[in-house]
Structures are given as structure tokens and as C-alpha cells.
Nanobody, 123 residues
Framework: QVQLVESGGGLVQAGGSLRLSCAAS???????MGWFRQSPGKEREFVTA????????YYADSVKGRFTISRDNAKNTVYLQMNSLKPEDTAVYYC?????????????????WGQGTQVTVSS
């Protein structure tokens, strides 16, 4: 069983940056980790993921070049660095973990979820 706790959300102006953290209760090294986001009235959408096997990274087109996912297995923590934020990035951001590999774009591929952290980008 893995428990995930996100932190680092908040209010930022457009063009600003935030770094989200996702701390795990267990050993994360084998897990594929993902970040998803959800806005009111919308479905939860894929943002980015990093594999457990070789730390390959994957990004949604909407965040490519602006967001960076990374992991520190020694600290059992995954990070999401968000730069050049836009108002449309406003959402609750969720950290998720899965093992074994079942893909990364679909929320149903992930076994474990954090409680979410709010990110609000003002224009």
C-alpha cells in the first residue's frame, strides 16, 4: 500500500512558477508516477508521468516545454516544476502511482492517488 501526499499548490500570477511535491509512504522506485489535474466540471486529465524502470518522461501537449516531472527515489518524492503558468492551468493537481506498468495517460491505470493540491493562476 502506498500513501501519497501532495504539497506546493497555491495562487500565482500568469507567467509565474510553482513546484509541486508528492511524498510517498513507501518505496517509490519501482512505481510509475503521474500527475493529473481536474477543473470544475471537467474530467481528470493527464499532465505528465515518469516511469519507474528508466525514468522515461511523458507530457501532455498542453504542458510540454513548461512543466518538468522528476523523482528522487532516495526521498520517495516526485516533483512537478511548473513554469510559465497560464490561467488555464488552474486546477486541482493529483499525484498518482502505479505498478506494474499499465500505461500512463488514463487515470484508471493508476492504483494510488493523493488528495490533491489546488493550483490557481490569475490573469
Amino acid at each position: 500500500q502506498v500513501q501519497l501526499v501532495e504539497s506546493g499548490g497555491g495562487l500565482v500570477q500568469a507567467g509565474g512558477s510553482l513546484r509541486l511535491s508528492c511524498a510517498a509512504s513507501g518505496t517509490l522506485s519501482i512505481y510509475t508516477m503521474g500527475w493529473f489535474r481536474q477543473s470544475p466540471g471537467k474530467e481528470r486529465e493527464f499532465v505528465t508521468a515518469i516511469s519507474g524502470s528508466d525514468s522515461s518522461t511523458y507530457y501532455a501537449d498542453s504542458v510540454k516545454g513548461r512543466f518538468t516531472i522528476s523523482r528522487d527515489n532516495a526521498k520517495n518524492t516526485v516533483y512537478l516544476q511548473m513554469n510559465s503558468l497560464k490561467p488555464e492551468d488552474t486546477a486541482v493537481y493529483y499525484c498518482a502511482a502505479t505498478w506494474p506498468w499499465r500505461g500512463y495517460r488514463n487515470p484508471s491505470s493508476f492504483n494510488y492517488w493523493g488528495q490533491g493540491t489546488q493550483v490557481t493562476v490569475s490573469s
